[in-house]
T-cell receptor, first 115, second 113 residues
């Protein structure tokens, strides 16, 4: 009963380093997304995918890359980390469109600090 | 972009009292409005949602009301308990994607015994 699994839970990066946040879901969900959560800002959409091979940008995509080679996995790549990317990152998935009332399930989060 | 405004940002109530959190949205094409509860160190979890063809929905001690004409919706928690203490987020589906959600900034609810 894993749901949405994110790794790592915690990470400290130096400015300019690159890294990948991993996300996997075992519910055969069509839709996956990445949000970042900053104090007083709520959750903001970074990128999303509506199926394998299809990705699109959200509200705050700059500095992040994604790919969706399988239904299960949706990694988020930081190419050159900046202090402004210090945040908590949440991966989410749903069976279908939220407009059709499909529930979006979130992972437990990845705490990233860039120094 | 489309906005979801949420008020208040913090709310403190005594155990047994009711709590109300209000949200307004700007995208008139939004038709799905979920509420999430986030406990410390955890991801958001859905607690209740409402579609635009419904004005009110209840689930035990929680209820959500929707006024589509005024573009606002509210979360009502009755008989609050200390375990209700958490951050609550309202959201509205982003009509230009159909999949993603636009979130309010959250309400930190504290229920004191």
């Amino acid at each position: 009963n894993a749901g949405v699994t994110q790794t790592p839970k915690f990470q400290v990066l130096k400015t300019g380093q690159s890294m990948t946040l991993q996300c996997a879901q075992d519910m055969n969900h069509e839709y996956m997304s990445w949000y970042r959560q900053d104090p007083g800002m709520g959750l903001r959409l970074i990128h999303y995918s509506v199926g394998a091979g299809i990705t699109d940008q959200g509200e705050v995509p700059n500095g992040y890359n994604v790919s969706r080679s399988t239904t299960e996995d949706f990694p988020l790549r930081l190419l050159s980390a900046a202090p402004s990317q210090t945040s908590v990152y949440f991966c989410a998935s749903s069976e279908g469109r939220s407009s059709s009332g499909n529930t979006i399930y979130f992972g437990e989060g990845s705490w990233l600090t860039v120094v | 972009g489309e906005n979801v405004e949420q008020h208040p940002s913090t709310l403190s109530v005594q155990e047994g009292d009711s709590a109300v959190i209000k949200c307004t949205y700007s995208d008139s094409a939004s038709n799905y409005f979920p509420w999430y509860k986030q406990e410390l160190g955890k991801g958001p979890q859905l607690i209740i949602d409402i579609r635009s063809n419904v004005g009110e929905k209840k689930d035990q001690r929680i209820a959500v009301t929707l006024n589509k004409t005024a573009k606002h919706f509210s979360l009502h928690i009755t008989e609050t308990q200390p375990e209700d203490s958490a951050v609550y987020f309202c959201a509205a589906h982003l009509s230009n994607s159909g999949y993603a959600l636009n979130f309010g900034k959250g309400t930190s609810l504290l229920v004191t015994p």
